[in-house]
Structure formats: structure tokens, C-alpha cells
């Protein structure tokens, strides 16, 4: 699966952002920050399914 150009800058950043939540809620054993964490996974999973390119049809 390819994604459009535009999109990876934005994919990056979301990818970045969770990576982040999580680290602060493990480093805080913080369950609200668990849950934050896992919002903006779903936003990160979100942004990739917008900014892909589907397969050529045959």
C-alpha cells in the first residue's frame, strides 16, 4: 500500500504524537494518559486510511 505525499509529513507527526502519549503514560502509569494514547493511535490509523493510494484496479 502507497500514500499520497501530502499525507506523510501529517502520518509522521500523528506517528510522533503517540509515540509521545504513550511514553508519558508509562513513565506516569497514568490510565487517562493510556486512554489519550490510544486515541490518538485510532487519529494516527485514521490519517494513514485518508491518505492512501488504493491499488491499481486490474
Known sequence: MTFAA???ALMLGSVVMTA????V???RRSWP???AGL???VMAV???????RPLPSA
Not at 509521545?20 to 511514553?23: I, K, S
Request: proline share 0%.
Open 46 to 52: 485514521v490519517i494513514a486510511w485518508r491518505y492512501r
Open 6 to 8: 501530502e499525507g506523510h
Open 25 to 27: 503514560a508509562l513513565r
Open 33 to 35: 494518559l493510556w486512554l
Open 39 to 41: 486515541a490518538c493511535a
Open 20 to 23: 509521545a502519549v504513550f511514553a
